[in-house]
Structure formats: C-alpha cells, structure tokens
C-alpha cells in the first residue's frame, strides 16, 4: 500500500478530528502531499496541500480550522482538523502527486483509501 490513511470518525461540530497518511519513502520524498474529501452527492474537493519544503494552502472553506503538516521521519502527513462543521462530513482522501497534477483530481496519481469524517449538529 502506498498511502495508508487513519483517523476520522464521528464527532459533533465544534470537536475536532486528526487524520493521519503514511506514504511510502519514495512517494513522500518525491512528491505533494493533500487531501482532498467527497461529500454524498458532490465532487471530491481539494482541502489542503504541503509541499516538501513544507509550504502549505487551504481551501477557503478550511483556513483557519484546519491545520496540514507533515512527518518527515516517518513519512507521514496529519491533518489536524478543529472547529468542525456538519458540511465538513465528508470522505476524505489521502493524495500525492507532482505540483501541477496533485491539484487537478483527474491528474492525482497517488490515492489513499477514503477515511469517513462525520460532523453532527
């Protein structure tokens, strides 16, 4: 598996969650790193992304609730995830990828399996 994510789970807004992908060296080391999340119904979304050099961006909807970082020891990406909302219900994807394919989700070449985030009101 090159993108193992965990975390996720139910929580009532205002709580928060923390995800977490371990990639594998050669994908970490080389690449992007995101998520994205796909509610019911709609298409999947970029939420936020770091670079190796740890530069990161965020979806507007997420500034200033959410927080991407990254593990460079042990390959891995955290998202730190507060304040949730009920529209932040969604499922969310691990991704990497090169700078110009890692923001078009047609173009991602790397997919962790989906983590179900729940959001009640």
């Known amino acids: 598996v090159q993108l193992q994510a965990s975390g996720g789970g139910s929580v009532q807004a205002g709580g928060s969650l923390r995800l977490s992908c371990a990639a594998s060296?050669?994908?970490?080391?080389?690449?992007?790193m995101g998520w994205y999340r796909q509610a019911p119904g709609k298409q999947r979304e970029l939420v936020t992304i770091?670079?190796?050099?740890?530069?990161?961006n965020y979806a507007d909807s997420v500034k200033g609730r959410f927080t991407i970082s990254r593990d460079n020891a042990k390959n891995t990406v955290n998202l730190q995830m507060n304040s949730l909302k009920p529209e932040d219900t969604a499922v969310y994807y691990c991704?990497?990828?090169?700078?110009?394919?890692?923001?078009?989700?047609?173009?991602?070449?790397?997919w962790g399996k989906g983590t179900q985030v729940t959001v009640s009101s």
């Open positions: 770091i670079t190796s050099d740890g530069i990161t």
């Open positions: 991704a990497a990828g090169e700078p110009h394919t890692i923001v078009v989700v047609s173009r991602v070449p790397y």
């Open positions: 060296e050669s994908i970490f080391s080389n690449n992007v």
